[in-house]
């Protein structure tokens, strides 16, 4: 992509965005972490945590989309990295005078969730904006690159961190990745035009995607996926040092592993849809990458391989996803609407992941882990499903 690695503004948007996405799956990963293996919770309030950090995607992604559409995209993940960053001080403050209990952690959470949900937004809107049309997939397929790379590297990073640290200095790494990342992302020179006078009206992005029938169906195909997958990541967190007693560190390189699969998933995203089609590859992959989990519950013994695997499989399907479903979306979709489009499909998709994280702590606390860990992943199954009875399945390569 030689186009875009001499664009100096890219290159500064694409480092500030992955400094970004490393320090919030770092953090995200180690307050779980730091509940589970220091604080000793149950299935139950590990839910909690987790949900606590996910309301947000149900509170306030419509608002964000509203507000990014309204607002340079640069401001808005400036300010939203250094309130990510300075709230994980204050962990680090309460830690140091003893105050670090599962209420801050669930305020924490839910903080900087709601910081994440407003970033998110605006670095979906700022790649259209920044970006010539012709390098809009490429550009995708590279920030989607490193995105999905910190979903799964983060956990390893914040496995250790939890595992090698004291647990005042777990999330000091995180912050300082915000910080990092606002550096980066102030120094863009590229004045950002907003585009389009008039109001910005939220149901104005909910109806554009109600009356398209592929965005309905990415977002009936999403909330589907994370809805499981939300349960399936809180059953799987005590699965592995519960079930396969893997340690802090192990625990991060089990999840990690799919780190080199969304690399590769990467580069393939840039390449397939546009010769076989982006309908076959979004159903292939999705295919692959779910369904490789139901092998999970069958894990046994202390070995690293069998997770190591099954993350590799699932991050280079999830990866083709996720890049080509954003490439759809950014295709079909109106400058002036990119940021409420992104919103909604972020709240359907997003949305139900709370409940998601409740289920899976009600199933490992009602079920055995094994079983708990089964139902989550087979109903992961129900998103290509619904892939392959959508018009998604039959995309062509050009829109």
């Known amino acids: 992509m030689p186009g875009l690695w001499t664009d100096a503004d890219f290159r500064r948007l694409w480092t500030g965005q992955t400094a970004s996405q490393w320090g919030e799956q770092t953090g995200l990963v180690v307050l779980p972490l730091l509940a589970v293996l220091t604080l000793g919770v149950g299935a139950d309030q590990l839910g909690v945590l987790r949900a606590a950090g996910q309301l947000p995607l149900l509170l306030f992604a419509l608002l964000a989309g509203r507000w990014v559409d309204r607002r340079r995209t640069r401001a808005v993940m400036i300010w939203t990295d250094l309130g990510r960053a300075v709230t994980l001080g204050a962990t680090v403050v309460a830690a140091l005078v003893g105050g670090l209990g599962l209420p801050v952690l669930l305020l924490v959470a839910f903080t900087v969730g709601t910081l994440s949900v407003f970033f998110d937004v605006a670095y979906q809107a700022s790649l259209v904006r920044l ?29 250790a961190l939890v595992s090698l640290l004291p647990a005042v200095l777990t999330v000091v790494p995180a912050a300082l990745m915000f910080a990092v990342s606002s550096v980066s992302l102030a120094r ?7 585009v389009a006078a008039g109001p910005r009206r939220i149901r104005d992005g909910v109806r554009f995607v109600a009356a398209d029938r592929s965005l309905r169906a990415i977002c009936l195909a999403s909330a589907a996926f994370q809805f499981f997958f939300a349960a399936t990541t809180t059953v799987y967190l005590l699965f592995l040092p519960r079930e396969l007693h893997l340690s802090g560190t192990a625990i991060g390189v089990a999840l990690a592993s799919a780190g080199p699969g969304a690399l590769a998933g990467s580069l393939l995203a840039a390449r397939l849809p546009a010769r076989f089609g982006y309908g076959r590859v979004l159903l292939v992959a999705a295919l692959a990458g779910d369904g490789v989990m139901l092998l999970a519950p ?8 069998g997770p190591a695997a099954i993350g590799f499989v699932f991050g280079t399907g999830g990866q083709l996803v996720n890049v080509t ?6 295709s079909v979709t109106p400058p002036a609407l990119q940021g409420r489009v992104a919103a909604t499909i972020t709240f359907a998709g997003m949305g139900l992941t709370p409940i998601g994280s409740l289920l899976g702590g009600f199933l490992a606390g009602q079920l055995e882990l094994r079983t708990a860990l089964l139902c989550t ?5 129900l998103s290509p499903l619904l892939m392959a009875l959508s018009p998604l399945a039959r995309l062509r390569t050009t829109f």
């Open 188 to 194: 863009i020179r590229r004045r950002e035009p907003i």
């Open 298 to 305: 069958l894990l046994h013994g202390r070995s690293v391989l």
């Open 377 to 381: 992943t087979a109903g992961m199954l």
């Open 325 to 330: 479903v954003m490439a759809v979306r950014q």
């Open 131 to 159: 970006v010539r049309r012709d390098d809009l997939l490429r550009a995708t397929s590279a920030v989607e690159g490193t995105r999905s790379a910190a979903q799964i590297g983060g956990p390893a990073l914040g496995g």
